[in-house]
C-alpha cells in the first residue's frame, strides 16, 4: 500500500501532545515544527488520524515541497509536483489556503493563482485536455512557505477536525474542542479523578473529558473530504475504522465530571452538545455561580477558560471574578487548577502564583495556560487477604 507523508496542523505551543496521539496510534515521526507534526503512513493512517486525533486541526497529504524565491521558482516547482497521482481528469482543485512566514513570496493571493496555473497546465498535459469542468470531487490545496521552503499538501479532511459535529449550538466565546482535549491532556486528570468546569459555557471541556474518559473517538460522527477520494482510500477503510472506534468505546466508566455556569440558557445549550456527543449520562451540568463552587470530595481538578474581557464592558468584572475563583480554589485544599485566559492580571487576582505557566495561541489570541498542582492522592492500599 502506497505511504505518504502526512501533516497534522495544531494550535502553536501543542505540538508535543500532538506528538504523543499519533505515536499511540502507532505512527512514526518524521518531523515536528512550529504548529504541526509529520508522520508517516498509508490509506489507513488517513483514516484513524481524521478519526481518532483529539488534538489536530486536519490532516494532509503532502504532494510535495522545493525552495521558491520568485514567482517562476514557484510555479515550476508546482508543475513538476505529481498531481495525476491525486486528482483524477474530473477533479475540482484549487489552493484553498496559502501562508507565508519570512518569505520572499507573501502575497497568499498571488501564491493561490501561480500553483492554480502550474497545476492546470502540468494535468493539462498529462490528460490531453485543454479546459477542465472540475464537475467531480473536491482536492483542496494548502500550501505553507517558511523561509522560502514550500511546503504542498491536499487537505483530507475538509472542516477543522475541532468540528466534532456535537455543538449544534453554541454559548458566547466558546474554546475550540480540539484545544479543549489537548489542555486536559497536559494535565494529570483521569477518568476515575473529580473534573469541575466551573465556566464550562456550552459545555466542551466536560464533554471532551467525558469523551476521553468513554474512549469515544472524535471524529466518529463527522464525514471528511477524503471519503470521495475512493481511487486513493477506499469505502471499506473508513467503514472498518469506524467500527473498530464503536467497539472501543465504554461508557460504562465511572467518572464524576460537572459543568457548573450562571446562566441557564447556556446550561440548556451544554446538555443538548453532550446529548448530540452521546456522553449526556456522563456529565452532570447545573446553573451555578462560580461564588457556590464547592465539593465534597478531595482530589479534584478545575479545568475551566473563564472569561477574560474581550467583550466591551467585561474588563472591570475581571478582577473580582478571579477573586472569587481563587478563593473558591484555596477552599478546596487537596485539589488541582487549570486554566486558560488571555487575562494577564489573572496570577494577581486569584492571589496565588501558578507552578506552571504555558502560552498558548488560540487561534490569532495570546493565553496563558495557569496550571495550579494540588497534592496526588494516596496511593490505594491492595490487600491480599
Not at 497521482?85 to 519570512?102: E, L, N, R, T
Not at 466542551?204 to 474512549?215: G, K, R, V, W
Not at 469506524?242 to 446562566?263: K, L, M, N, P, S
Not at 484555596?330 to 487548577?337: I, P, R
Request: proline residues 5%; glycine residues 6%.
Amino acid at each position: 500500500m502506497q505511504r505518504f507523508d502526512l501533516i497534522a496542523p495544531c494550535h502553536f505551543g501543542l505540538e508535543a501532545v500532538l506528538k504523543k496521539e499519533i505515536i499511540s496510534l502507532g505512527y512514526e515521526i518524521r518531523e515536528v515544527a512550529d504548529g504541526r507534526v509529520t508522520f508517516i503512513g498509508d490509506a489507513d493512517a488517513v483514516v484513524r488520524a481524521n478519526i481518532g486525533l483529539r488534538t489536530a486541526e486536519r490532516v494532509l497529504i503532502k504532494v510535495g515541497s522545493f525552495h521558491a524565491i520568485t514567482f517562476e521558482e514557484l510555479y515550476q516547482g508546482t508543475r513538476a509536483l505529481p498531481w495525476e497521482q491525486y486528482i483524477p481528469k474530473d477533479g475540482k482543485f484549487w489552493v484553498k489556503k496559502a501562508s507565508s512566514v519570512k518569505s520572499k513570496l507573501f502575497s497568499p493571493s498571488d501564491i493561490q493563482s501561480i500553483m492554480k496555473k502550474a497545476m492546470v497546465d502540468r494535468l493539462s498535459d498529462i490528460y490531453g485536455i485543454m479546459r477542465f469542468e472540475e464537475s467531480g470531487e473536491s482536492f483542496p490545496v494548502r500550501v505553507f512557505l517558511m523561509k522560502d521552503e514550500v511546503t504542498v499538501a491536499l487537505d483530507t479532511t475538509g472542516e477543522s477536525l475541532h468540528k466534532r459535529g456535537y455543538r449544534k449550538l453554541e454559548a458566547k466565546a466558546p474554546i475550540a474542542e480540539n484545544l479543549a482535549a489537548a489542555l486536559l491532556m497536559l494535565t494529570p486528570w483521569k477518568p476515575d479523578r473529580i473534573l469541575v468546569d466551573p465556566f464550562c459555557g456550552s459545555g466542551t471541556f466536560p464533554i471532551e473529558a467525558a469523551m476521553i474518559a468513554a474512549n469515544v473517538a472524535p471524529g466518529m460522527h463527522r464525514h471528511f473530504t477524503a471519503e470521495k477520494w475512493t481511487h486513493i482510500i477506499t469505502p471499506q477503510n473508513w467503514k472498518d475504522v469506524r467500527e473498530e472506534c464503536a467497539d472501543e468505546i465504554h461508557f460504562g466508566v465511572d467518572t464524576d465530571i460537572q459543568g457548573y455556569d450562571i446562566d441557564p440558557e447556556v446550561i440548556d445549550i451544554a446538555r443538548i452538545n453532550a446529548e448530540k456527543a452521546g456522553v449526556d449520562k456522563m456529565i452532570h451540568f447545573q446553573a451555578r455561580p462560580v461564588a457556590d463552587l464547592s465539593h465534597r470530595k478531595k482530589y479534584g481538578f478545575i479545568i475551566t477558560n473563564p472569561p477574560y474581557g474581550e467583550r466591551i464592558g467585561e474588563q472591570k468584572e475581571l478582577p473580582a471574578l478571579y477573586k472569587t475563583l481563587g478563593e473558591r480554589y484555596k477552599a478546596l485544599d487537596s485539589w488541582s487548577m487549570y486554566l486558560i485566559t488571555a487575562y494577564d492580571k489573572a496570577e494577581r487576582d486569584i492571589g496565588k502564583k501558578a507552578d506552571k505557566n504555558r502560552k498558548i495561541y488560540n487561534g490569532m489570541i495570546k493565553t496563558y495556560f495557569y496550571q495550579y498542582m494540588g497534592p496526588k492522592p494516596p496511593r490505594r492500599n491492595i490487600s491480599n487477604d
